[in-house]
């Protein structure tokens, strides 16, 4: 039987290399932001350290870092910054740790003497990445304009009679009446002294304490030196009280015996 051989034709095909390249993007985990809030007082008086603490919403997986951050807004009548308003740790900003599972943090800081407003800014990191809520984790601390404050008063004899060295501060920082009260000494009996340096004659010198650069470093704080001139009888006198006086009103006295 005859066949016919059957030839097979094979076309050549031609195979096509392709190359895929990837753009190799970096990528950062997506947090969600935390849920946290800052706690403080209302408000606060001078020279003190109130707490504030940073309270997250519920226990978190990892560990949480951050910051909290200070700002002042004076409220007085020559308004000014005041150095000594800081955290307790030193400075206006403060680094935060939270443990895994820790839903607390506390700090505490040191308010000054000028009245203003505090407030405390907080943010919040995980892995580097940013997780500080939406709404700002900040609270306000009111510091109030007070009547000043006498601290303490000194007393120095002159060769014209002495000196009364007053410590103080007033939060508005302002003083406008100065007033001491001389009592004599137990086996003298003669009635108590009173002298007032009003307005017109101290409330200047106040006012130029606190417009000064120098004054900035101390807040409100000041340091009056107030010369008294005696012609006799200056070993009767056995005490003094000094009060001062801002537009908030008179201060409590203090006392100073003379030695």
Same mark, same amino acid.
């Given at each position: 039987?005859?066949?016919?051989?059957?030839?097979?034709?094979?076309?050549?095909?031609?195979?096509?290399?392709?190359?895929?390249?990837?753009?190799?993007?970096?990528?950062?985990?997506?947090?969600?932001?935390?849920?946290?809030?800052?706690?403080?007082?209302?408000?606060?008086?001078?020279? =003190? =350290?109130?707490?504030?603490?940073?309270?997250?919403?519920?226990?978190?997986?990892?560990?949480?870092?951050?910051?909290?951050?200070?700002?002042?807004?004076?409220?007085?009548?020559?308004?000014?910054?005041?150095?000594?308003?800081?955290?307790?740790?030193?400075?206006?900003?403060?680094?935060?740790?939270?443990?895994?599972?820790?839903?607390?943090?506390?700090?505490?800081?040191? +308010?000054?003497?000028?009245?203003?407003?505090?407030?405390?800014?907080?943010?919040?990191?995980?892995?580097?990445?940013?997780?500080?809520?939406?709404?700002?984790?900040?609270?306000?601390?009111?510091?109030?304009?007070?009547?000043?404050?006498?601290?303490?008063?000194?007393?120095?004899?002159?060769?014209?009679? #002495?000196?009364?060295?007053?410590?103080?501060?007033?939060?508005?920082?302002?003083?406008?009446?100065?007033?001491?009260?001389?009592?004599?000494?137990?086996?003298?009996?003669?009635?108590?002294?009173?002298?007032?340096?009003?307005?017109? +004659?101290?409330?200047?010198?106040?006012?130029?304490?606190?417009?000064?650069?120098?004054?900035?470093? #101390?807040?409100?704080? #000041?340091?009056?030196?107030?010369? #008294?001139?005696?012609? =006799?009888?200056?070993?009767?006198?056995? $005490?003094?009280?000094?009060?001062?006086?801002?537009?908030?009103?008179?201060?409590?006295?203090?006392?100073? $015996?003379?030695?």
């Amino acid at each position: 039987m005859w066949s016919r051989p059957i030839r097979r034709l094979l076309r050549p095909v031609r195979l096509m290399a392709f190359t895929l390249l990837v753009a190799a993007w970096p990528l950062r985990a997506q947090l969600a932001p935390v849920g946290a809030t800052l706690e403080c007082p209302a408000t606060a008086e001078p020279k =003190q =350290q109130p707490r504030v603490a940073l309270v997250l919403a519920g226990p978190y997986a990892g560990q949480l870092s951050g910051r909290l951050t200070l700002t002042f807004v004076p409220n007085a009548a020559i308004p000014s910054d005041d150095a000594s308003l800081q955290f307790s740790t030193g400075g206006r900003t403060a680094p935060l740790t939270l443990a895994a599972g820790s839903t607390r943090a506390e700090f505490s800081l040191q +308010t000054g003497t000028v009245a203003g407003a505090i407030r405390i800014n907080a943010t919040l990191e995980a892995a580097g990445v940013d997780v500080t809520p939406v709404a700002a984790v900040a609270c306000t601390i009111t510091m109030a304009r007070r009547v000043p404050a006498v601290t303490e008063v000194g007393i120095g004899y002159t060769a014209t009679g #002495f000196n009364l060295s007053v410590t103080g501060y007033s939060t508005p920082r302002q003083v406008t009446e100065a007033r001491f009260r001389f009592l004599p000494r137990p086996e003298y009996n003669w009635a108590p002294i009173e002298i007032v340096i009003p307005a017109e +004659t101290i409330a200047g010198k106040f006012s130029d304490w606190y417009r000064s650069s120098a004054s900035a470093q #101390f807040g409100s704080q #000041f340091t009056l030196l107030q010369p #008294f001139r005696v012609d =006799q009888n200056l070993h009767t006198v056995g $005490s003094v009280y000094v009060s001062l006086r801002n537009q908030e009103g008179l201060s409590a006295e203090q006392s100073a $015996s003379f030695p």
